[in-house]
């Protein structure tokens, strides 16, 4: 078959100068055949070799030769080629910057060239272990084999049905949204109150239910929680933004749902509404879902609003009454007098209890900026890297985002977070990437390639802090490698790196105070961002409750009145 020609090397173009790349044809095995013979060294003798002590893995493995690493890039006609070219910079940028740079080969991937030819022109390049490929259903094709012939690690994770067997040298990688989601929702349920009693729960509404999604200025449906089987019954609703809450949507005898997730009908904010939901549904937590309307964010649904108690409200009534009965002759002092009076019960309302213990962002960080001026201030908000508002010391527009989404809790890549443009350029020895989507790309290719490294001398288990956020897999166990992003919280408009026991703890967000911010480390603070993958760079947090009382302010002395002369007689006083 004819093959387009092959990848060129300013496939890494950000990176200059990599002269150990080479770019192959994917047309045979025989087409891809180095022009040097390659040499050959036993993968258990290097398993063998590294110890637990990192200092001597690395000087074990500079008298071994580099590791060979294939990466299956998409062709030029492809709608991937930008993100895998992101990737790979990434990768290269990683093998630049190790202590044991690797021989790294580019095999461009048409779409019309079989997953095997691909695999087998990298065995017969000589490479160690595969890196690719990044289309989901080039993934999909590698799961569906029996066995591969060589380690691959791909950038992207599919599902598997749990009879089918997956080749026991394929791993998984990828920065998917959904496995945030998944995570943030299991940081949220550990905050949330005692569960309600079974038996107060009504059968209504639960798993197995399904119906079509409520499209816009619809009346309110009643949806299942998930289709999933043995799982705890959930109760939910999803209504559209009509005024009408979800809770008037549900059954009458059931209570109110713990939770909410606003959402749009887009198909990104539904996968991670899907992925919500399934966390929430396996914890037996009730949730409320609203889908909300582009059009009408202004408007938020009465369903999400705080409500004041009995007695508070009576105190407002009667004193509207009053009000009303002293000013009736005097028309502009009622309304001023009515105004402020309105005014001091939106304050009470906003400072109220909320009606969700926890509400989930399914949203962008413009969309969640403007949804969270008006939601109770006590509400507990989390959200994914969707809801990221970027970085508010380089971006007048994240700043303004950040402070509109105080307090909000959301997952990101480290990478993100923890350089500014020059640490970046210490560390890596390349341009940072612009955008948000592109950084968190470059971090999979730099995760790729530590990855790389130890799958190809057949290590079954795997962990390591990377730039995606901290890894581990048990191959034995699950071809999946479990990635745990960085927790970040919106706090007086900066983006703070928190522990996540830290908020997952019942009640209440803790007061929180960033002791020194990530992007504006010192020179010093910044060379001690150049470490290996294998060490994750930290920034100290601080909560209020650990911090020592502050020490009252100096007493300033008392200055008395400098003495003025007794004026002499005749002369005016100024």
């Known amino acids: 078959a004819d093959m387009p020609a092959a990848t060129p090397v300013d496939a890494v173009e950000t990176i200059p100068e990599a002269p150990a790349i080479e770019t192959l044809e994917a047309d045979s095995a025989e087409s891809a055949l180095p022009s040097a013979p390659v040499q050959a060294a036993p993968a258990q003798a290097a398993a063998s ?39 790979s910079n990434g990768l290269v940028a990683a093998s630049k910057t190790s202590p044991v740079p690797a021989n790294i080969l580019m095999i461009e991937s048409p779409d019309h060239v079989p997953v095997d030819e691909l695999i087998d022109a990298a065995v017969a390049s000589g490479a160690d272990v595969v890196v690719g490929p990044l289309q989901r259903e080039r993934v999909q094709a590698l799961v569906a084999k029996e066995k591969l012939p060589m380690p691959v690690v791909a950038l992207n994770a599919v599902e598997v049905p749990i009879q089918n067997k997956v080749p026991e040298n394929l791993l998984m990688m990828s920065v998917s949204t959904e496995t945030e989601a998944e995570y943030v929702a299991e940081l949220a349920v550990k905050t949330l109150p005692p569960k309600p009693e079974p038996a107060a729960i009504s059968a209504e509404g639960t798993a197995g239910s399904t119906s079509t999604p409520t499209p816009a200025l619809a009346a309110p449906t009643e949806t299942g929680t ?23 949507a549900a059954p009458a005898e059931a209570p109110r749902a ?43 649904p009465k369903g999400l609003e705080a409500t ?5 409200s009576e105190y407002f009534h009667e004193r509207e009454k009053i009000i009303r009965e002293t000013y009736k002759d005097d028309p502009r ?24 213990a926890a509400i989930f962002f399914a949203l962008d960080a413009q969309t969640a900026s403007l949804i969270r001026n008006r939601l109770p ?16 010391k380089t971006s007048s527009s994240a700043a303004a985002l950040a402070y509109d989404l105080e307090n909000l809790v959301f997952t990101e890549s480290p990478i993100v977070v923890r350089y500014d443009a020059q640490s970046f350029e210490a560390r890596f020895g390349t341009a940072m990437p612009y955008s948000l989507a592109a950084k968190r790309l470059f971090a999979l290719g730099a995760d790729a390639y530590e990855m790389a490294q130890q799958w190809a001398i057949g290590r079954p288990i795997i962990q ?19 990635r745990t992003p960085q927790t970040i919280v919106v706090k007086g408009g900066h983006l703070v790196e928190v522990e996540p026991a830290l908020v997952s703890r019942p009640g209440a967000l803790p007061p929180i105070r960033e002791k020194k911010p990530a992007a504006t480390l010192d020179v010093e603070s910044r060379e001690q961002l150049r470490v290996p993958l294998a060490v994750a760079p930290t920034v100290t947090v601080e909560t209020a409750e650990d911090l020592p009382p502050a020490p009252p302010p100096p007493a300033r002395p008392a200055q008395s009145a400098p003495e003025l002369p007794p004026p002499t007689p005749g002369t005016p006083l100024e």
């Open 226 to 248: 998930s289709d999933m089987q043995a799982a705890p019954e959930a109760p939910s609703t999803e209504v559209a933004q009509t005024g009408a809450t979800a809770a008037e």
């Open 49 to 87: 070799a590294l110890t637990a002590d990192p200092n001597h893995a690395v000087a074990v493995a500079k008298t071994m030769r580099p590791t060979t690493i294939a990466m299956l890039l998409p062709a030029d006609n492809s709608p991937f080629l930008s993100a895998g070219k992101i990737v």
């Open 464 to 482: 390591f802090h990377g730039e995606s956020g901290a890894l581990e897999v048990d191959r034995k166990a699950s071809p999946y490698v479990k």
């Open 333 to 356: 002092r009622l309304k001023r007098q009515l105004r402020n009076l309105e005014g001091e019960r939106r304050a009470k309302i906003a400072t109220a209890e909320p009606p969700y």
């Open 258 to 300: 713990q939770v909410t997730i606003l959402t749009l009908d887009r198909p990104w904010e539904r996968r991670i509404e899907e992925a919500y939901k399934r966390v929430l549904f396996a914890a037996g937590v009730t949730y409320d879902v609203y889908v909300l309307n582009p059009e009408k964010l202004s408007e938020l």
């Open 308 to 312: 004041l108690d009995e007695e508070t």
């Open 377 to 392: 201030q006590k509400s507990r908000l989390w959200a994914t890297s969707s809801s990221n508002p970027g970085d508010p």
